[in-house]
């Protein structure tokens, strides 16, 4: 099982979170089950609600979780997950991340060490199956 996201979204989202940096990006991730694997189509940059709070707080703006469901419904598209960075720290989901997570989705985290797309050191994917066990890693795949 991997998640497969295209080289065109990808950069998307590592430009967005070296703009934020130092503070966390995040976003949505939209696209369809295709047998055991998640392919994205579209990225979707979200607001953070807590964007300039800490390193690692985040939570989608309401209106930008309508706004991806509404895009998903159109084309005919399913929320897969969600992507947040980790400005200076690891792409390993913080104990925060795993409280604030739902089961289905998958957990896309980028390391960042500074603004520009080349400072995204490291990105990694996360099934956080339960609050109380240790997150799967799953594989990213560039397409
Ligand atoms: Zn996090």
Redesign the pocket.
């Known amino acids: 099982m991997a998640i497969i996201i295209p080289k065109t979204e990808l950069k998307i989202i590592k430009k967005h979170a070296a703009e934020i940096f130092p503070y ?1 990006a995040c976003g949505g991730l939209l696209g369809r089950l295709e047998g055991a694997d998640k392919v994205i189509v579209k990225v979707y940059p979200a607001e953070n609600r807590f964007g300039k709070i800490a390193w ?1 707080s ?1 939570e989608i703006e309401p209106k930008d979780m309508l706004e991806m469901d509404k895009i998903s419904r159109k084309e005919n598209l399913e929320i897969i997950g969600f992507y ?1 960075s ?1 400005p200076n720290h690891p792409a390993i ?2 104990s ?2 795993i409280n604030a997570s739902w089961p289905y989705y998958s957990y896309v ?1 980028l390391s960042v060490k500074g603004n520009g797309p080349e400072n995204v050191v490291d990105v990694k994917s996360y099934l956080m199956p339960d609050k109380n066990s240790a997150p799967v890693s799953e594989d990213v795949v560039i397409g």
């Open positions: 966390e690692d985040f947040h980790h989901p913080s925060l991340d985290i």
